[in-house]
Nanobody, 123 residues
Protein backbone atom coordinates (compact mmCIF):
# COMPACT_ATOMS: atom_id res chain seq x y z
CA UNK A 1 0.00 0.00 0.00
CA UNK A 2 1.28 3.42 -0.98
CA UNK A 3 0.95 6.05 1.73
CA UNK A 4 1.47 9.77 1.09
CA UNK A 5 1.70 12.21 3.99
CA UNK A 6 1.76 15.99 3.54
CA UNK A 7 3.12 18.47 6.06
CA UNK A 8 4.08 22.12 6.31
CA UNK A 9 0.74 23.87 6.06
CA UNK A 10 -0.30 26.66 8.35
CA UNK A 11 -1.68 30.16 8.75
CA UNK A 12 0.38 32.94 7.20
CA UNK A 13 -0.02 36.50 5.98
CA UNK A 14 -0.11 37.59 2.36
CA UNK A 15 3.40 37.81 0.98
CA UNK A 16 4.78 35.12 3.28
CA UNK A 17 6.23 31.78 2.25
CA UNK A 18 5.57 28.16 3.11
CA UNK A 19 7.22 24.93 2.13
CA UNK A 20 5.04 21.87 1.88
CA UNK A 21 6.53 18.41 1.98
CA UNK A 22 5.18 15.03 0.96
CA UNK A 23 6.70 11.80 2.22
CA UNK A 24 5.86 8.47 0.63
CA UNK A 25 6.10 4.89 1.77
CA UNK A 26 7.72 3.92 -1.51
CA UNK A 27 11.02 2.36 -2.28
CA UNK A 28 11.59 5.14 -4.84
CA UNK A 29 9.74 7.74 -6.91
CA UNK A 30 11.78 6.89 -9.97
CA UNK A 31 8.88 5.67 -12.13
CA UNK A 32 6.07 7.93 -10.91
CA UNK A 33 4.89 11.42 -11.70
CA UNK A 34 4.21 13.45 -8.57
CA UNK A 35 1.83 16.34 -8.29
CA UNK A 36 0.34 18.91 -5.96
CA UNK A 37 -3.33 19.79 -6.06
CA UNK A 38 -5.44 22.11 -3.95
CA UNK A 39 -9.08 22.46 -3.06
CA UNK A 40 -10.73 25.52 -1.57
CA UNK A 41 -14.12 25.36 0.17
CA UNK A 42 -16.92 25.10 -2.36
CA UNK A 43 -14.54 24.76 -5.30
CA UNK A 44 -13.27 21.88 -7.40
CA UNK A 45 -9.92 20.32 -6.76
CA UNK A 46 -7.39 21.91 -9.09
CA UNK A 47 -3.93 21.09 -10.31
CA UNK A 48 -1.14 23.23 -8.91
CA UNK A 49 2.19 21.74 -9.92
CA UNK A 50 3.65 18.50 -11.19
CA UNK A 51 6.97 16.85 -11.91
CA UNK A 52 7.11 14.02 -14.42
CA UNK A 53 9.33 10.98 -14.00
CA UNK A 54 10.57 11.39 -17.55
CA UNK A 55 13.30 14.05 -17.60
CA UNK A 56 11.97 15.46 -14.31
CA UNK A 57 10.01 18.06 -16.24
CA UNK A 58 8.01 20.47 -14.10
CA UNK A 59 4.80 22.27 -14.94
CA UNK A 60 2.50 24.67 -13.12
CA UNK A 61 -0.92 26.18 -13.29
CA UNK A 62 -0.77 29.78 -14.52
CA UNK A 63 -1.82 31.33 -11.22
CA UNK A 64 1.28 30.06 -9.38
CA UNK A 65 3.97 30.38 -12.05
CA UNK A 66 6.89 32.37 -10.76
CA UNK A 67 5.80 31.92 -7.14
CA UNK A 68 5.69 28.16 -6.52
CA UNK A 69 8.39 25.58 -7.16
CA UNK A 70 7.96 21.82 -7.10
CA UNK A 71 10.93 19.57 -6.48
CA UNK A 72 11.49 15.88 -5.86
CA UNK A 73 14.12 13.69 -4.29
CA UNK A 74 13.69 10.14 -5.50
CA UNK A 75 16.29 8.78 -3.09
CA UNK A 76 14.41 10.20 -0.09
CA UNK A 77 10.92 9.54 -1.50
CA UNK A 78 9.89 13.15 -0.97
CA UNK A 79 8.34 15.88 -3.07
CA UNK A 80 8.17 19.49 -1.92
CA UNK A 81 6.26 22.58 -2.92
CA UNK A 82 7.95 25.89 -2.13
CA UNK A 83 5.30 28.60 -2.07
CA UNK A 84 6.43 32.23 -2.12
CA UNK A 85 4.50 35.49 -2.25
CA UNK A 86 1.39 33.78 -0.99
CA UNK A 87 -1.97 35.37 -1.70
CA UNK A 88 -5.34 34.95 0.02
CA UNK A 89 -6.60 33.12 -3.07
CA UNK A 90 -3.99 30.42 -2.40
CA UNK A 91 -5.97 29.38 0.67
CA UNK A 92 -6.92 25.72 0.29
CA UNK A 93 -6.20 22.19 1.38
CA UNK A 94 -3.14 21.04 -0.52
CA UNK A 95 -2.79 17.42 -1.59
CA UNK A 96 0.16 15.40 -2.73
CA UNK A 97 -0.58 12.72 -5.33
CA UNK A 98 1.14 10.04 -7.39
CA UNK A 99 0.52 8.99 -10.98
CA UNK A 100 1.76 6.04 -12.98
CA UNK A 101 1.55 8.16 -16.13
CA UNK A 102 4.59 9.99 -17.54
CA UNK A 103 2.70 13.30 -17.22
CA UNK A 104 -0.44 14.45 -15.44
CA UNK A 105 -2.37 17.62 -14.60
CA UNK A 106 -5.82 16.15 -13.95
CA UNK A 107 -7.16 14.44 -10.85
CA UNK A 108 -8.23 11.31 -12.74
CA UNK A 109 -4.64 10.63 -13.72
CA UNK A 110 -3.57 10.18 -10.09
CA UNK A 111 -4.30 6.98 -8.19
CA UNK A 112 -2.80 7.74 -4.79
CA UNK A 113 -3.42 10.77 -2.60
CA UNK A 114 -2.31 12.11 0.73
CA UNK A 115 -4.65 13.33 3.45
CA UNK A 116 -4.02 17.00 2.69
CA UNK A 117 -2.55 19.91 4.61
CA UNK A 118 -4.33 23.20 5.21
CA UNK A 119 -2.84 26.44 3.93
CA UNK A 120 -4.53 29.65 5.01
CA UNK A 121 -3.34 33.05 3.81
CA UNK A 122 -4.72 36.17 5.45
CA UNK A 123 -4.79 39.56 3.75
Amino acid sequence: QVQLVESGGGLVQAGDSLRLSCAASLLTFSRYTMGWFRQAPGKEREFVAGVSWRQNSTYYTDSVKGRFTISRDNAKNTVDLQMNSLKPEDTAVYYCARSAMPWGADTWQYAYWGQGTQVTVSS
